[in-house]
């Protein structure tokens, strides 16, 4: 069929009349006031011709005069992309010769600049997607408008959001002209476009269509002259983050994400959030704190509701984000505090949170004092740690089935692999490193302290970095190969042997475990896919200016800590004797033991190896029986369902498929709420926005400094081009981010905490880094120049 009438369109038609005909024709079926019209179908786009002569007749059928003439690509109005105002509208066109054209023009507007870049961003294959044309008759409206059935601003989905404008309503989708906005439920101004029965009808239209279609809905209405409602659209609201999961709590619940923890805003594989949770609360119980972690759009977020109206608990509970959870975190849970609906519950212990117990307490005493008191032998204690933890992850040989791998699994999950060695000297050593700025209120500023926290030895992931730069000199010889071919392709050949030896083996038999989002088990490792080490190379190789070799980058920060330190110490002795020299005390052992924080994630990473290794030959035996259709479909699944594969054989492909296809689609998600109430709100988008100067971004500073250069935006670390000199810009950082710091004149990053992986990089390296700016990879462009002042918390744009 290449014209098809709205009362013919059937489910299931997609294909053939794109998503915009058959949003419409669903509305038809519901029994909706949609205006008459026709699709001219995919099926005439492939024929190469417009069907002139149906096209009229259907043109002719509908009663002439003016029609609205849309686009409706097969990639269009879908649950993660709507694709609005990408593609052409052409309103009010009257006779068959404008009608033809408008159709022809609609139809090319499939391959301009912005379509095609949108596809890009969306990662839709461009050959894959079609386009119809919906022809529908012109509503003479008096007023019109969109319904939103949740707030697109903040979420909430207990809120529904009216704009409304005078005439067509196009000035409400284009942005041409201010609408009056509604929030229904609240009281209506008097002498508004819309009355309070239509503010009503609207409302009730949206419950209607939201319940009927499954979600949120994003709504094209108007009102014609005779006071008649007409739905001229209906899709989803394709920004939305996903819901906290429901619960019997008829009162609101509070969320706060966990996962920027480790440097993590990308979703996480199922298989790996069980390890990911096991992490997080072991983390927070060694603060005393007892949370429920639970996914929310592949991440991680805590539940801290009952922490929050714990009459104990909510008193230290913003203190204790400053150190891994950062002011952003902060300000939001400050908001939550002030609430009502989280007030304190006297006489009622929430039974969740509290202080560690008298052992743990006494336990943790001596484990930091005794670090504090011999750093050198902590440090020795904690690497001969890490060494029995690296050889007691390794599988025994006597794996042989599935079975047998599964249990292995099992175990390696639910085996801690913290001991006191590892523990304790990196909490004394972030106590080392928090505790002076306190101390030094009024003698010292921040910048200061940050300085005196650069250059600091003994860090595993400086370590790594430098392992990698060293590498590169050495592989100079091959320069020419290396910065001429694709990373994916250098590591095919490598896989291969036919790659110039250059010492790769050697670098990736020690630190092949790590990879950018490590902590997740579906993420390959570096030995796994040495492309983005490959990557990590290549910028190395950009660096041509002796002086900024990072090696001599990082010592000239070590030797200019050391001398801030030394002064610091006297001007603190001087005029705070007693707090100068507890001050100074702290910060020369926080030279000694800072550098261990990375130290016990790299020390876990060897267990998460090995249980990945096991994993993926569990997979690969699934996938030969016809259960799995690959090997690493298996980190889509939970260790039951896998369980159930390999002793009940069931079959969980249709599974893996619908979770790979959710997880893709975060993946392209670009923002991702700090915390969430159980009504979908995002509560930083509900705070007001601070004052900042002209086109200054506000953040945290977190690596002492200022430095000025084009930014470069970087959201995947592992393709990443970064020339020396540039300000890398990006969502957030883990250890796997590290190496691109070794040529970055500055860092910028949207989340983090001042004690977080990469500020503290970013000091030991010497470079300024502001942290914590919302929304920095969407308001920064590459190229832009840009300024980053640490001292001030800003990142100016010129």
């Not at 003439?69 to 990639?75: E, L, P």
């Not at 910048?447 to 003994?458: A, K, Q, S």
């Not at 990557?535 to 950009?542: D, E, T, V």
């Not at 300000?727 to 500055?746: E, K, N, Q, R, S």
């Amino acid at each position: 069929m290449r014209v098809i009438t709205f009362s013919e369109l059937t489910d299931g038609m997609a294909d053939l009349v794109g998503g915009k005909a058959a949003g419409l024709g669903a509305l038809i079926r519901l029994g909706e006031r949609v205006p008459a019209g026709f699709c001219v179908t995919t099926a005439a786009q492939e024929a190469g011709a417009s069907p002139e002569a149906e096209i009229e007749a259907a043109y002719r059928q509908l009663g002439g005069g003016p029609v609205a003439v849309r686009s409706s690509a097969t990639a269009e109005d879908l649950p993660d992309a709507s694709f609005a105002g990408i593609q052409d509208t052409f309103l009010g066109v009257t006779g068959v010769a404008d009608l033809l054209s408008a159709i022809e023009k609609t139809r090319h507007s499939l391959h301009t600049d912005r379509a095609v870049a949108y596809r890009d961003a969306h990662h839709i294959e461009h050959a894959a997607v079609r386009m119809a044309v919906v022809v529908q008759r012109m509503v003479d409206a008096a007023v019109a408008g969109v319904l939103f059935t949740a707030n697109p601003v903040t979420g909430r989905r207990t809120e529904m959001i009216v704009e409304a404008a005078a005439g067509l309503g196009t000035t409400v989708v284009d942005g041409a002209a201010d609408v009056e906005r509604y929030v229904l439920g609240e009281p209506s101004q008097p002498g508004g476009l819309l009355t309070a029965a239509q503010l009503d009808e609207l409302r009730a239209v949206g419950e209607r269509l939201q319940h009927r279609l499954g979600g949120p809905q994003d709504v094209e209405w108007a009102y014609d002259r005779q006071g008649v409602l007409w739905l001229l659209q209906s899709r989803p609201i394709t920004t939305l983050f996903p819901l906290p999961p429901a619960t019997d709590d008829p009162e609101p619940r509070v969320y706060l994400e966990f996962g920027h923890v480790q440097g993590m805003l990308r979703p996480v594989t199922p298989m790996g959030m069980s390890t990911l949770k096991s992490v997080i609360v072991a983390m927070l119980a060694s603060l005393g704190l007892r949370v429920e972690v639970t996914d929310i759009g592949g991440r991680l977020y805590g539940d801290l509701t009952d922490l929050a109206r714990d009459p104990s608990a909510r008193k230290r509970l913003v203190k204790l984000m400053a150190v891994d959870f950062g002011p952003r975190a902060q300000a939001v849970m400050e908001r939550v505090l002030a609430d009502p609906r989280f007030a304190p519950r006297p006489g009622r212990r929430a039974g969740r949170g509290g202080a560690p117990d008298a052992r743990t307490a006494l336990r943790a005493l001596i484990g930091v004092l005794r670090a504090l008191a011999r750093p050198a032998a902590a440090r020795t204690r904690m690497f001969r740690a890490i060494d029995q933890l690296a050889a007691d992850s390794a599988a025994p040989a006597e794996l042989r089935t599935a079975a047998d791998r599964l249990r292995f699994v099992r175990d390696q999950e639910e085996t801690s692999p913290g001991t006191d060695d590892l523990v304790w000297p990196i909490i004394a050593g972030m106590l080392a490193a928090t505790l002076p700025a306190h101390l030094l209120k009024g003698v010292a500023d921040r910048d200061e302290i940050d300085t005196v926290l650069g250059g600091m030895p003994h860090n595993v992931t400086i370590e790594m970095d430098l392992a990698l730069w060293r590498l590169t000199e050495q592989a100079r010889a091959h320069r020419d190969l290396l910065l001429s071919t694709e990373p994916r392709e250098l590591a095919d050949r490598y896989r291969l042997g036919t790659l110039p030896d250059i010492g790769l083996a050697a670098f990736l038999d020690r630190y092949g475990h790590r990879a950018v989002a490590e902590v997740d088990l579906g993420v390959p490792r570096w030995a796994e896919d040495p492309a983005p080490v490959f990557a990590m190379i290549a910028n190395y190789l950009r660096v041509t200016d002796p002086d900024q070799a990072p090696d001599r980058r990082f010592a000239r920060a070590a030797a200019t800590a050391e001398a801030t330190l030394d002064r610091l110490v006297v001007r603190a002795r001087r005029r705070r004797p007693v707090r100068g020299r507890i001050a100074g005390f702290l910060l020369r052992r926080a030279r000694s033991l800072a550098g261990l924080r990375e130290a016990g994630k790299f020390a876990g990473l060897y267990r998460l190896r090995e249980m990945r290794r096991q994993l993926l030959l569990i997979g690969a035996e699934l996938a030969d029986g016809g259960l799995l259709a690959r090997p690493d479909d298996i980190m889509f699944l939970n260790l039951d369902e896998a369980a159930a594969a390999v002793h009940q054989r069931a079959d969980h492909r249709a599974t893996v498929t619908a979770r790979r296809s959710v997880h893709e689609r975060e993946l392209r998600r670009r923002t991702v709420p700090v915390a969430l109430l159980s009504d979908g709100t995002d509560l930083e988008a509900a705070l007001p926005v601070p004052a900042t100067t002209a086109g200054a971004l506000r953040g945290v500073g977190a690596a002492a400094g200022a430095a000025t250069g084009p930014a470069r935006v970087v959201r995947d670390p592992a393709t990443a081009h970064l020339e020396p000199g540039e300000i890398l810009v990006a969502p957030t950082t883990d250890p796997g981010w590290t190496p691109l710091f070794l040529t970055a004149a500055g860092l910028v990053t949207e989340t983090g905490a001042v004690m977080a992986h990469g500020p503290t990089v970013a000091r030991e390296y010497g470079i300024p880094a502001v942290i914590c700016v919302p929304d920095a990879t969407r308001l920064i462009r590459t190229g832009d120049i840009v300024t980053v002042d640490a001292a001030a918390g800003t990142v100016t744009v010129r």
